[in-house]
Antibody, heavy 119, light 112 residues
């Protein structure tokens, strides 16, 4: 069974750093892109970027380039999304999802990680 | 970048009645390989999104056949033949033809 399990909710202060994770299992982790998606409170889904764990090829949305870093450790089948200096506007639910590389659809999703940034 | 525009943004529907959501892209979604990477997702309250339809009209595993997708080029439609209570949520179209991939704004389906 394909599963993506994300790390738990985080409460941080502005300026702090954070790294959240997404662990894949039940499939070949290195041969599917992992996508990160943001949903801000009361808003829709936003495509942030993605990584191919096989060779760490990474693509970012221009809206998120330079704001976050996407990485992966294939030895532990885990992808990451990290911030070096959080802002209040980073408060959102973050989802990872697997991209089916044949049909180019997000076929399996993590449960989401709620990040709250507040002073 | 490709902009995805959905309509309506809110859709109150009576149980058992049909519902339809439109999605338009600012550019053709036909890839150079001839495929059109337009998918539909459902997000029920408190849950992660779930894939319903991929490549315009293909239902994902386990999706009821009351959901159907159609369209071509820049105009696409998701139809629900008979709305059930469990269909309440927000529906998104998404294009993966061109980077950066993008979602529509979402359409909230509610029961009248």
């Amino acid at each position: 069974e394909v599963q993506l399990v994300q790390s738990g909710a985080e409460v941080k202060k502005p300026g702090e750093s954070l790294k959240i994770s997404c662990k894949g299992s039940g499939y070949s982790f290195t041969t599917y892109w992992i996508v990160w998606v943001r949903r801000m409170p009361g808003k829709g889904l936003e495509w942030m970027g993605m990584i191919y764990p096989g060779d760490s090829d990474t693509r970012y949305s221009p809206s998120f380039q330079g704001q976050v870093t996407i990485s992966a450790d294939k030895s532990i089948t885990t992808a990451y999304l990290q911030w070096s200096s959080l802002k209040a506007s980073d408060t959102a639910m973050y989802y990872c999802a697997r991209l089916d590389g044949y049909n180019y659809a997000l076929d399996y999703w993590g449960q989401g990680t709620l990040v709250t940034v507040s002073s | 970048d490709i902009v995805m525009t959905q309509a309506p943004l809110s859709s109150p529907v009576t149980l058992g009645q049909p519902a339809s959501i439109s999605c338009r892209s600012s550019q053709s979604l036909v890839h150079s390989n001839g495929n059109t990477y337009l998918s539909w997702l459902q997000q029920r309250p408190g849950q992660p999104p779930r894939l319903l339809i991929y490549k315009i009209s293909n239902r994902f595993s386990g999706v009821p056949d009351r959901f159907s997708g159609s369209g071509a080029g820049t105009d696409f439609t998701l139809k629900i033949s008979r709305v059930e209570a469990e269909d309440v949520g927000v529906y998104y179209c998404m294009q993966a033809t061109q980077l950066p991939y993008s979602f529509g704004q979402g359409t909230k389906l509610e029961i009248k």
